[in-house]
């Protein structure tokens, strides 16, 4: 995939979608592309959160672990950015991250994802926008699809 198809996904990503394409273009160009097979772990809770993963293709699942049992919470698609509230709140993953079917995705380290915050505002609001977003729908809804997670 050409630097500018990875762009125009990165614009599909509501955090992203009012960044200057300029500026997501040196984001694609630090990111990191991985592959994921079916099975394999993005990350695991209680890992370190080092960094935050934009879903390309393929689906994530998310998955809490008490008591010894991996409890599906939701899934990640295409356009989904995962891992990018632990971050911002320096706390452990809160959840595993497992490939449900092969997962492309942009891996966004840590140090990265805070000079684009830094340098673009708009993404701050974009984040807020988001949470709030979700903390209502959790209210209203009970879905356990999760098309923005705030994980």
Do not use: H, W
């Amino acid at each position: 995939m050409l630097l500018n198809d990875e762009v125009q996904l990165l614009r599909k990503v509501p955090y992203f979608c009012r960044v200057d394409p300029c500026k997501l273009k040196l984001l694609a160009f630090t990111s990191d592309r991985v592959c994921f097979e079916p099975g394999q772990e993005l990350f695991c809770q209680g890992d370190s959160a080092e960094a935050a993963y934009v879903i390309l293709s393929g689906i994530a699942e998310l998955f809490t672990n008490t008591s010894g049992e991996d409890i599906k919470i939701g899934e990640a698609s295409c356009n989904s950015i995962i891992g990018e509230m632990c971050l911002i709140s320096n706390s452990l993953q809160a959840v595993t991250a497992r490939a449900k079917t092969e997962v492309e995705a942009l891996r966004i380290a840590k140090d990265t994802f805070f000079k684009v915050i830094a340098d673009n505002p708009r993404i701050n609001m974009e984040i807020s926008r988001t949470l709030a977003e979700n903390l209502r729908g959790s209210r209203f809804n009970g879905s356990n699809r999760i098309d923005q997670p705030a994980i």
